[in-house]
């Protein structure tokens, strides 16, 4: 039974430990990073567009984040979710989600949106969102507000959470903002080396190949049933 380290914040860890267990890995979970709200913007664009023609989630998180946020009467006429985990958030939101594409990335829903001219799209997302999203929006003729309503941000025991997790064979790792601060953790707490990672896609596997360290397997499609899928056993 492989020992897997879980980096992901604490409030994301639950879904990638039970897929972890249930494939005969034996998880452990250290935080590398931690979720914060972002400041609310001076004019707020949920009341500014409160019937977008596409509500475009990209991650749960953003769909937390939206809690007493959303405005009397918000009503867009589709919503789109990355995975079932965020169209489960979409849904406890009291959302009808029209559409969860099979890939897992903002470009993917973009895509299965299809020619989005003269439609207005309300994007919530995290700050640190990859580019590829906004590309494919301007891509899709698209009107679209991006809001942040959430970001990212080292854990502030990272290093410490890393020591007590003590030897393990593999680390997961699901987004760059994770790779950079599990890589300086591990830098600072040598004592157990540097095991290999899997990542659950390709901009998570350029991000750890950036930071030199030793990607062993990657998520296909991206994910974490791929991840899991993706580990050796």
Do not use: N
Not at 19 to 43: I, Y
Not at 50 to 74: H, I, N, Q
Not at 144 to 160: E, I, K, L, Q, S
């Amino acid at each position: 039974m492989s020992r897997v380290l879980v980096t992901r914040a604490a409030d994301d860890a639950e879904a990638l430990v039970v897929l972890l267990a249930e494939a005969g890995h034996q998880p452990v979970v250290a935080p590398m990073v931690a979720r914060e709200p972002a400041p609310p913007p001076r004019q707020d664009p949920f009341a500014k567009v409160p019937e977008p023609d596409v509500l475009l989630l990209t991650s749960a998180a953003a769909a937390v984040a939206l809690t007493d946020r959303l405005p009397p009467g918000f009503a867009p006429r589709r919503v789109c979710c990355v995975g079932p985990a965020t169209a489960q958030a979409a849904a406890d939101l009291g959302l009808d989600v029209d559409e969860v594409p099979e890939g897992r990335t903002g470009a993917d829903a973009v895509r299965l949106l299809g020619d989005l001219r003269g439609q207005r799209v309300l994007w919530p997302r995290a700050e640190e969102a990859t580019a590829a999203t906004t590309r494919a929006l301007i891509a899709s003729g698209a009107t679209f507000v991006d809001v942040v309503v959430y970001r990212t941000v080292p854990h502030p025991g990272a290093a410490a959470l890393l020591a007590a997790a003590g030897p393990v064979d593999l680390v997961t790792l699901t987004a760059p903002s994770i790779a950079r601060t599990y890589a300086a953790a591990r830098a600072a707490t040598p004592a157990h080396g540097t095991p290999p990672v899997g990542t659950i896609g390709p901009t998570t596997t350029a991000a750890c190949e950036a930071l030199g360290l030793e990607v062993l397997a990657e998520a296909v499609p991206p994910g974490l049933e791929g991840l899991v899928a993706a580990l050796p056993r």
